[in-house]
């Protein structure tokens, strides 16, 4: 364990950051971090976990600091207060270094094992995103979800089967020109398709919630969505491309 903290302290080289934000989900902290680990070591690449606790008012933080008494991979942030999903992503693109980025929820229903599949997905295009088709949800879940997804594929036509599927893997450089907004992490593939870079789209494992309590339902979920589809609608009308420039000598 030592000889593995001090690999992790003094060796600047991340390659893959891995970002959980969380809130109230204690019970998951240990397992969750657990297959994490199991998962990415044995790939041989510099890797870091951060989760960032949006204000949680269960003994999240302290889980969270007994696990990084357990796995040096893991450092961990804590909001003032509850900022929301995106905001937590936010702070995660802000305080990580990996040249990959992979994004996953904290209640254990997104499978740490799909990663290399990810990861092996992600060789030919910009962004992956997972697709629940078997998704482990209560029935209002999984008919909210189904209905936002054709509401958005009405208006923005961008091909995303599954827009809240928090799970992706995806370069740091399509972070580039990229909005803060609550929401954000439902839209960022469309993002990066307005931008002209690929997306691909891969199957992933849905678990079954075993603790903790989904922080999502149709307000927040489906009627949130809506004033955003028309800002995505108009920037995709007003924005301009990031890849700007003519490559020149001299």
Known sequence: MNDLRVF????????????????NEAGNVLPLMKELAETLRPLGRPFEILYVDDGSTDETPARLAGAAELYPELRFIRHKRNFGQSAAFMTGFQNT????????????????????GLLEELKSCDMVCGIRLKRHDTFIRRVSGRIANRARNMFLKDGIRDAGCAYRAFYRRVLVQLIAFR???RFLPTLCIIHGLKVHQVE????????GTSKYGIGNR????????????WYRKRHFSPRRTESHEG
């Open 204 to 211: 992933v494992n849905h678990r079954p919630r075993t603790s």
């Open 183 to 185: 929401g954000l992490h």
């Open 8 to 23: 992790f302290s003094w060796n600047n080289v991340v390659e893959i950051s891995v970002i959980v934000p969380c809130f």
């Open 222 to 233: 489906l009627f949130a969505g809506i004033y955003d589809l028309f800002a995505m609608r």
């Open 97 to 116: 270094t990996g040249d990959i980025i992979i994004t996953l929820d904290a209640d254990m229903q997104n499978d740490p094992h799909d990663i290399p």
